[in-house]
C-alpha cells in the first residue's frame, strides 16, 4: 500500500472508533501527530521552544519541571527589568559566540501517558557542529548528523541501500549536502530568542548546580514572546484546523531561566500544553416515536487501482444498515438529522530542558573514519 494511501487513511480515520480496523502496519492519526510533534520538539529545543508537554526531566543535576535540585537560597524577589534581561541575552550571546556543548531532554504525556522520550546533545565550534538524537520512546535508535570543513556526515540505519537497518558511517558527498545538513543541526542560539523583556521575568530564588550558583528567572507573560519564534519552532497561541475535521489548540505554559553570577545562560526550560478535538457524527432517527441516536462511521473503500473514497457509514462496517459514498461533514450538510459534535480525543504537555555546558570552550569535532561515501544520503 503506497505511502499516499497511508497518509489519507492516517488523516481520515477517526480516534477511538471501536468498529473499524486498521490494516497491519497502519496506524491512526496519532502516528502523523507524533511526527509532527517529534519535529517541533527537536525544532524547539535546539532553536527556540517547544509545543510539547512534560512529566519529570534530569539534566545535569537539574531534575523536575519544578527547578534543579540543589541548595535553595532566599532571593530577591520582584521582576527583573528590560535592562536585566538584555544583559543576560547579550553576554550569553558573547559566550557562545564561537563554541560551546547544548545537551537536551524532553519530555511528552498525552492523556496521561507518557507518549514521547528522548535526548540530544548539540556541540558546536566554529563553523562544525554535531548532533546526536536519541529517540527514547517510541524507540527509534541513535541518529547523528556533522557538519566538518563544510563536509556532511550521517551516522544510523537507512542512509544507504545496502544494509540499510545496519547503522553505519555516511558521507554525503552531493551539492549543497552542507547546507541540507545545517538545517537539519538546530542552532541552539538561537533559543537565546525567548528572553523577550515583554515576556514580564521575575526572579524566582537560587539554586546551586554543581557547585554554580545560578538564579532562577521565570516568565509571568508567555503570551507575548516575540512571534518570529514560530519559525524556529515556538508554536503560535491559538488553533489550526487538520484536513480530517480535528481542531489543534497549542500554548505555552510556562518558560524558566537559570543564569549564573555573570549573567551567563546555564539552562532555559520550555512548557506547553495542547489539545486536540475530533468531529464525530451522529444521526437521529424516529422508529414508531421511539428516538435513537447512534453515531456514524467515517471509513475508506480502496479500489483495486489504489483510489481511495471516503464514505459515512450508519451502522457498523460489516453490517451497514446504510452507506454514503461521501464524507460525514456532507453527510451532515444535507442531513438535518445527522449532527457533529467536537470531543477531545487528545491533552497532551510537554517540557524541554535545555542545558548549556562547556560555554565559549572549544569542541573537538571530526571527520569520521571509514564513513561510506554516497551521493545524496544513499
Same mark, same amino acid.
Given at each position: 500500500?503506497?505511502?499516499?494511501?497511508?497518509?489519507?487513511?492516517?488523516?481520515?480515520?477517526?480516534?477511538?472508533?471501536?468498529?473499524?480496523?486498521?490494516?497491519?502496519?497502519?496506524?491512526?492519526?496519532?502516528?502523523?501527530?507524533?511526527?509532527?510533534?517529534?519535529?517541533?520538539?527537536?525544532?524547539?529545543?535546539?532553536?527556540?521552544?517547544?509545543?510539547?508537554?512534560?512529566?519529570?526531566?534530569?539534566?545535569?543535576?537539574?531534575?523536575?519541571?519544578?527547578?534543579?535540585?540543589?541548595?535553595?537560597?532566599?532571593?530577591?524577589?520582584?521582576?527583573?527589568?528590560?535592562?536585566?534581561?538584555?544583559?543576560?541575552?547579550?553576554?550569553?550571546?558573547?559566550?557562545?559566540?564561537?563554541?560551546?556543548?547544548?545537551?537536551? /531532554?524532553?519530555?511528552?504525556?498525552?492523556?496521561?501517558?507518557?507518549?514521547?522520550?528522548?535526548?540530544?546533545? /548539540?556541540?558546536?565550534?566554529?563553523?562544525?557542529?554535531?548532533?546526536?538524537?536519541?529517540?527514547?520512546?517510541?524507540?527509534?535508535?541513535?541518529? @547523528?548528523?556533522?557538519?566538518?570543513?563544510?563536509?556532511?556526515?550521517?551516522?544510523?540505519?537507512?542512509?544507504?541501500?545496502?544494509?540499510?537497518?545496519?547503522?553505519?558511517?555516511?558521507?554525503?558527498?552531493?551539492?549543497?549536502?552542507?547546507?541540507?545538513?545545517?538545517?537539519?543541526?538546530?542552532?541552539?542560539?538561537?533559543?537565546?530568542?525567548?528572553?523577550?523583556?515583554?515576556?514580564?521575568?521575575?526572579?524566582?530564588?537560587?539554586?546551586?548546580?554543581?557547585?554554580?550558583?545560578?538564579?532562577?528567572?521565570?516568565?509571568?507573560?508567555?503570551?507575548?514572546?516575540?512571534?518570529?519564534?514560530?519559525?524556529?519552532?515556538?508554536?503560535?497561541?491559538?488553533?489550526?484546523?487538520?484536513?480530517?475535521?480535528?481542531?489543534?489548540?497549542?500554548?505555552?505554559?510556562?518558560?524558566?531561566?537559570?543564569?549564573?553570577?555573570?549573567?551567563?545562560?546555564?539552562?532555559?526550560?520550555?512548557?506547553?500544553?495542547?489539545?486536540?478535538?475530533?468531529?464525530?457524527?451522529?444521526?437521529?432517527?424516529?422508529?414508531?416515536?421511539?428516538?435513537?441516536?447512534?453515531?456514524?462511521?467515517?471509513?475508506?473503500?480502496?479500489?483495486?487501482?489504489?483510489? @481511495?473514497?471516503?464514505?459515512?457509514?450508519?451502522?457498523?462496517?460489516?453490517?451497514?444498515?446504510?452507506?454514503?459514498?461521501?464524507?460525514?461533514?456532507?453527510?451532515?450538510?444535507?442531513?438535518?438529522? @445527522?449532527?457533529?459534535?467536537?470531543? @477531545?480525543?487528545?491533552?497532551?504537555?510537554?517540557?524541554?530542558?535545555?542545558?548549556?555546558?562547556?560555554?565559549?570552550?572549544?569542541?573537538?569535532?571530526?571527520?569520521?573514519?571509514?564513513?561510506?561515501?554516497?551521493?545524496?544520503?544513499?
Amino acid at each position: 500500500m503506497s505511502t499516499d494511501i497511508e497518509e489519507l487513511l492516517r488523516q481520515g480515520m477517526e480516534r477511538a472508533t471501536e468498529d473499524i480496523r486498521l490494516p497491519t502496519g497502519l496506524g491512526a492519526r496519532a502516528v502523523r501527530r507524533h511526527h509532527q510533534r517529534r519535529l517541533t520538539i527537536r525544532a524547539a529545543v535546539a532553536g527556540g521552544t517547544a509545543a510539547a508537554t512534560g512529566a519529570g526531566l534530569a539534566v545535569s543535576g537539574l531534575v523536575g519541571a519544578g527547578g534543579p535540585p540543589g541548595q535553595q537560597a532566599t532571593g530577591r524577589s520582584g521582576i527583573v527589568t528590560a535592562a536585566m534581561v538584555r544583559h543576560v541575552v547579550s553576554v550569553s550571546s558573547a559566550a557562545l559566540a564561537k563554541a560551546g556543548h547544548v545537551r537536551i /531532554i524532553y519530555n511528552s504525556v498525552a492523556n496521561g501517558k507518557k507518549t514521547e522520550a528522548g535526548t540530544a546533545d /548539540i556541540t558546536f565550534s566554529g563553523q562544525n557542529s554535531n548532533d546526536v538524537s536519541d529517540e527514547i520512546i517510541p524507540s527509534n535508535g541513535k541518529i @547523528v548528523y556533522r557538519l566538518v570543513n563544510g563536509q556532511a556526515y550521517y551516522y544510523g540505519r537507512g542512509f544507504t541501500r545496502r544494509q540499510p537497518l545496519r547503522p553505519r558511517w555516511v558521507h554525503d558527498t552531493s551539492p549543497g549536502a552542507a547546507a541540507s545538513i545545517s538545517v537539519k543541526i538546530p542552532d541552539p542560539r538561537k533559543l537565546l530568542r525567548a528572553l523577550e523583556p515583554g515576556a514580564r521575568f521575575v526572579r524566582a530564588g537560587y539554586q546551586v548546580v554543581d557547585g554554580v550558583r545560578l538564579e532562577h528567572l521565570r516568565a509571568t507573560q508567555v503570551s507575548r514572546l516575540p512571534r518570529g519564534l514560530t519559525s524556529i519552532g515556538v508554536p503560535a497561541a491559538g488553533r489550526t484546523t487538520s484536513p480530517d475535521g480535528s481542531i489543534e489548540r497549542v500554548w505555552l505554559t510556562a518558560l524558566d531561566v537559570w543564569v549564573d553570577g555573570h549573567g551567563v545562560v546555564r539552562r532555559i526550560q520550555i512548557s506547553s500544553g495542547e489539545t486536540n478535538t475530533a468531529p464525530v457524527f451522529t444521526i437521529t432517527r424516529d422508529h414508531n416515536g421511539q428516538v435513537t441516536e447512534q453515531r456514524l462511521i467515517r471509513a475508506f473503500r480502496i479500489t483495486r487501482g489504489k483510489s @481511495v473514497t471516503e464514505v459515512c457509514i450508519e451502522g457498523t462496517v460489516n453490517r451497514p444498515q446504510q452507506m454514503w459514498r461521501e464524507s460525514c461533514q456532507k453527510v451532515e450538510e444535507s442531513h438535518s438529522n @445527522v449532527t457533529e459534535h467536537r470531543v @477531545v480525543a487528545e491533552r497532551s504537555k510537554t517540557v524541554v530542558s535545555v542545558s548549556f555546558l562547556d560555554i565559549g570552550k572549544p569542541q573537538a569535532i571530526t571527520a569520521p573514519q571509514h564513513a561510506v561515501p554516497v551521493h545524496g544520503q544513499g
